[in-house]
């Protein structure tokens, strides 16, 4: 098992900034690459990007590209959303996800272990 606990969602103004923290602990050695998704309020969870574990890995959803970072502590088994000119359409909740497979996708499903998810809203 693979445990992930997000953190470091809040409110923020369009046009700034929050990083999103999502820590693992237990058996991280299982893990191939690292995912973050949303879901807004009456839409189906969506992509937004990957970190492959051990490579680095990233590729993001075109909504995020070049706003949005991923990135990787491996002392902490620690892996970062850096999220910079956020826009409302940005508001939902954020969930980082493991992948033991070794081609972690862009769908959910490909995706084992889900942390709890933390709320990022951005107003106008």
């Known amino acids: 098992q693979v445990q992930l606990v997000e953190s470091g969602g809040g409110l923020v103004q369009a046009g700034g900034s929050l990083r999103l923290s999502c820590a693992a602990s237990?058996?991280?050695?299982?893990?191939?690459?690292m995912g973050w998704f949303r879901q807004a309020p009456g839409k189906e969870r969506e992509f937004v990007g990957r970190?492959?574990?051990?490579?680095?890995?990233?590729y993001y959803a075109d909504s995020v590209k070049g706003r949005f970072t991923i990135s990787k502590d491996d002392a902490k088994n620690t892996v970062y959303l850096q999220m910079n000119s956020l826009k409302p359409e940005d508001t939902a909740v954020y969930y980082c996800?493991?992948?033991?497979?070794?081609?972690?996708?862009?769908?959910?499903?490909?995706?084992?272990?889900w942390g709890q998810g933390t709320q990022v809203t951005v107003s106008s």
């Open positions: 237990g058996r991280t050695f299982s893990v191939y690459g």
């Open positions: 996800a493991a992948s033991t497979s070794s081609q972690p996708g862009t769908w959910a499903a490909s995706y084992d272990y």
């Open positions: 970190i492959i574990w051990n490579g680095r890995s990233t």
